[in-house]
């Protein structure tokens, strides 16, 4: 469910990077209260048309009381419909619809070493990890690895700058950039898997940290995971998110059409129903044509806002950039890529 939720603050960050700072009103105050490394699914409507984006959290998770105010970072992305927006139009003292914090990029505080391999704005949900892990937990260590393209790109320098005073001895730091050379530091240059591979064991013990967190383009996680991978780091320990993905063909088995006459049927918010499935649709646009409640946000299998489980029935998911691989074989899957297989599936979005 969305809450419009008031604009009091918009900062620019980059040329082609600002925070968007909400309100939280006492009464929504727990609706709000997120983990470190979710996100937000923002909505506004162009000429009748719905428009959905998911915009990471940047700030430290909260206490119990839950936040005062919620702070996304927003990239400007070339005919970007909300991101646009954002940065040439949006003013504080605008309201804005929001839906409550969801993802499972999350980071609880705990004891341990942890690292990220980041790019781009994929700092932001990492900013929130960080921030949050070193903030409560003193047996807490953290290695960011971070790539952008110059300087003058690099979303949150300053706050970065600052943790790493703050825990000097707690946070360590690696800054790459793709298109620009550096005074001191690594050379310039992509990270793809080949240096990931070499560079990792050279910062630190990969074997002794506890948990790995990937966020960015498609092309750097996809990357890190391989490199992470070749380098025996078991899949459990490492956790991803990507921001981007090109709008490449759909690549995998072949297509099997689905039944003619399926029905779907789905439990949403307590509430069960079911209805026949029309042409080529997918499961989400079945449910969201008699259920304008169901959760979506990107529609292309990268934000995971769609995610459900399957009760019974079989489906073709096109393209899965959001699930995990435990989350797959516990039967998740994304309404929006899924299509059915058999004469009737069914799905729980509240599991």
Request: one cysteine or more; aromatic letters at 6%.
């Amino acid at each position: 469910m969305f809450h419009p939720l008031r604009v009091t603050g918009i900062e620019r960050l980059t040329d082609d990077s600002v925070t968007v700072t909400f309100d939280v009103p006492a009464p929504l105050r727990e609706t709000y209260r997120f983990a470190a490394g979710q996100h937000l699914a923002v909505r506004r409507f162009v000429d009748g048309t719905e428009i959905r984006r998911t915009y990471s959290v940047c700030d430290p998770a909260p206490g119990p009381a839950g936040p005062e105010r919620l702070r996304v970072g927003v990239r400007l992305v070339e005919g970007g419909e909300f991101s646009v927006y954002a940065h040439k139009e949006l003013a504080v003292g605008d309201v804005v619809d929001v839906m409550p914090p969801m993802g499972r990029f999350i980071l609880d505080p705990r004891p341990g070493y942890f690292a990220a391999v980041v790019g781009g704005s994929g700092i932001t949900p990492v900013l929130s990890h960080i921030a949050t892990v070193l903030g409560r937990e003193p047996a807490a260590r953290f290695c960011l690895v971070r790539s952008d393209r110059t300087a003058a790109s690099t979303m949150f320098l300053e706050e970065i700058a600052d943790l790493k005073d703050r825990y000097p001895d707690r946070l360590q730091l690696v800054n790459v950039l793709s298109r620009e050379d550096q005074q001191a530091g690594l050379p310039s240059g992509r990270l793809d898997e080949e240096r990931l591979a070499a560079l990792l064991p050279a910062l630190l013990p990969v074997d002794a940290v506890d948990g790995w967190y990937l966020c960015g383009p498609f092309g750097l996680v996809r990357g890190a995971e391989q490199a992470l991978r070749g380098l025996g780091v078991d899949r459990s320990r490492i956790h991803q998110e990507i921001f981007h993905v090109d709008d490449s063909p759909v690549t995998g088995p072949a297509r099997t059409p689905a039944p003619v006459g399926s029905v779907v049927a789905a439990t949403l918010d307590g509430r069960g129903g079911s209805w026949p499935s029309e042409g080529g649709e997918s499961v989400l646009e079945t449910v969201l044509r008699n259920r304008s409640d169901a959760p979506y946000a990107c529609k292309g299998g990268v934000c995971g806002t769609c995610r459900a489980r399957l009760v019974s029935g079989e489906v073709r998911m096109d393209r899965n950039f959001a699930l995990e691989p435990d989350e797959t074989e516990a039967g998740y899957v994304l309404a929006c890529q899924s299509h059915p297989l058999t004469d009737r599936v069914e799905l729980d979005f509240d599991a």
